[in-house]
């Protein structure tokens, strides 16, 4: 299929069909979403349908989030036209929307938040995606457990920033928005009605708006609040069916005010232990990406470049007394501290005390060579500590708009360290 070789098919659709494949040149296997020719026929029905392909094929190399899926190519073929996309090996999230497959509570707190993040970035690239449900998010599990999650399928997005002719009135009807029902201009409180209404499924085993008729669904949507989850799952806090039906208002000015508002007071469920960690008491990549966002040495950083960092660094915790680096040790690591404080000693008198949002270890990491990469001092643990510790190698992994954010933040680290080393020089007496 042009200069892709597939390998099978991955499924079918009423509108297209889609393959696994192998991209040689890019050594990767990619998914390959082909429309069926009759679709490009006459009609007002094809003609919709080629556009909603259009719209997603523009979006080709323009959404870099670890939370989308890629769109890595579109290929204008005039018989079937194709996407090429990022091969996710997982299911979507239909499969967990069953009562007798339901999720943890903090898996879902887990995914509600990835997505909402994913979301906020997609809103600041000018889409809306108008079909955020179930089978539009891919799970990647492991023994059972959802690890990760990708938003796909983005034919529908409404492109905010486009003077394109945009098609009204597009979605899946169970979690379509009132706004988008009756055709109302739409903001990321349209998505945000929408993500509220997969994590509802999720928790309950059940959409919040539920009938067979289409008139009576959406009769419901407009009209009626959805049920309260609490009596329909053991263990779900009341908070949590609050956040919620805030975000299932009819009205998008009842809802929260944006994403990150949604993001952190849903992520928080599980950092005020309203939901239990599970059997594991695992830290989530939700807490991690909080708490980053929360220290000074990544104040540069953007959402995709926090992930990243999520995702490669070591995170370690030590105990009181430990020593991250002793004098005349050699040594490349570097580490941000998370939380915690280190005491820096110099010849057995301390020189300085280090809290979060600090580095430690980065001269020896930028020096240029081996006989400089010895400490000279010994750093020692004074409340227990937790750091994103990175090497060298788990640097080189990092794409480089997040290497160059880092060589932000270390010329401001040692400009702060120069600025001091000056001001001890000239007036030692305010210097420990």
């Given at each position: 299929m042009g200069k892709y070789r597939?390998?099978?098919?991955?499924?079918?659709g009423a509108t297209s069909e889609v393959f696994l494949a192998e991209d040689e040149f890019n050594h990767r296997q990619v998914a390959i979403k082909r429309v069926r020719p009759a679709v490009l026929g006459e009609g007002l029905e094809n003609r919709y349908r080629a556009h909603f392909f259009a719209s997603e094929a523009a979006l080709a190399g323009k959404l870099q989030h670890p939370n989308v899926v890629q769109i890595f190519d579109a290929v204008d073929d005039p018989v079937a036209p194709f996407l090429v996309m990022e091969y996710v090996p997982g299911v979507t999230l239909r499969r967990f929307c069953r009562a007798d497959a339901l999720l943890p509570l903090s898996q879902v707190v887990e995914i509600g938040f990835k997505c909402a993040m994913a979301l906020s970035y997609v809103f600041r690239q000018g889409l809306i995606h108008r079909d955020v449900k179930p089978a539009n998010i891919l799970a990647l599990v492991?023994?059972?457990?959802?690890?990760?999650?990708?938003?796909?399928?983005f034919g529908s997005a409404l492109d905010t920033l486009s003077d394109r002719t945009q098609v009204y009135r597009v979605g899946s009807l169970a979690y379509m928005s009132p706004e988008q029902l009756d055709g109302s201009s739409l903001d990321a409180r349209a998505d945000m009605f929408s993500l509220a209404a997969v994590l509802y499924h999720l928790v309950a085993g059940r959409p919040p708006f539920d009938a067979v008729q289409q008139g009576a669904l959406m009769h419901?949507?407009?009209?009626?609040?959805?049920?309260?989850?609490?009596?329909?799952?053991?263990?779900?806090p009341e908070r949590m069916d609050a956040i919620l039906q805030r975000a299932?208002?009819?009205?998008?000015?009842?809802r929260f005010a944006g994403w990150d508002e949604f993001a952190l007071e849903w992520s928080s469920l599980v950092a005020r232990h309203e939901v239990p960690r599970g059997p594991l008491q695992e830290v989530l990549d939700s807490e991690r990406f909080n708490l980053l966002r929360s220290l000074e040495f990544f104040a540069g950083f953007g959402d995709v470049e926090l992930w990243e960092v999520v995702h490669r660094a070591q995170w370690l915790r030590h105990s009181y007394g430990?020593?991250?680096?002793?004098?005349?040790?050699?040594?490349n690591t570097f580490h941000i501290i998370a939380q915690g404080r280190v005491d820096v000693y110099r010849d057995g008198q301390r020189v300085a005390q280090l809290g979060a949002g600090t580095s430690v270890g980065e001269m020896a990491y930028l020096a240029p060579s081996d006989e400089l990469r010895v400490h000279a001092a010994d750093v020692i643990v004074s409340d227990a500590a937790t750091t994103v510790t990175f090497t060298p190698t788990s640097m080189?992994?990092?794409?480089?708009v997040t290497r160059h954010l880092f060589d932000a933040a270390f010329i401001k680290v040692l400009v702060r360290r120069l600025h001091a080393a000056h001001e001890s020089m000239a007036h030692p007496r305010r210097i420990l």
């Open positions: 597939v390998l099978s098919r991955l499924g079918d492991d023994r059972e457990a959802v690890v990760d999650v990708k938003i796909t399928d419901q949507i407009l009209n009626l609040a959805p049920p309260s989850l609490v009596p329909l799952r053991d263990g779900v299932l208002a009819k009205s998008p000015a009842d430990a020593a991250l680096y002793r004098k005349g040790e050699e040594g080189d992994s990092l794409g480089p």
